[in-house]
């Protein structure tokens, strides 16, 4: 997986044994289909990478790209809420994030933009 191909892109992460992750994946088949040019990559939150597999089939993911994740990349991602997702630009700088249970919560991170904080450096004299 390369998050450096000058694309913009979701990235959602999901774990086992989360039914509000199970529920999200109904919505993210939707918004796929619906915004097709837009990549979603899917971290599965597991034990092993058996386990991730065994998530794949019982939900019906294989349509996705769909990576394992284990602790340390949760970790480095600083996900501490499921499912949960950032919408990423192209030079790969979040643009949003958001707990991400149904459709309108991906909508909304695209289309609901934060406002930008005005930098220190950026401040008028």
Known sequence: MNLYD??????LFTMNNCNACK??????????????????????????ADEA??????NELADFQVVWADRALIDSYKVNRFPFAFYLS???????KSVTNYLHHFEQMMTQLPQAKPSAFNKSA
């Not at 192209?90 to 949003?96: C, F, K, P, S, Y």
């Open 90 to 96: 192209e030079e790969q700088v979040i643009l949003n």
């Open 6 to 11: 000058g694309k913009s892109k979701i990235i």
């Open 23 to 48: 529920e999200t994946y109904s919505a993210v088949k939707t918004f796929i289909a619906s915004h097709p040019g837009l990549p979603v990559t899917l971290f599965l939150y597991a034990q092993d």
């Open 53 to 58: 597999e065994e998530m794949v089939n019982t």
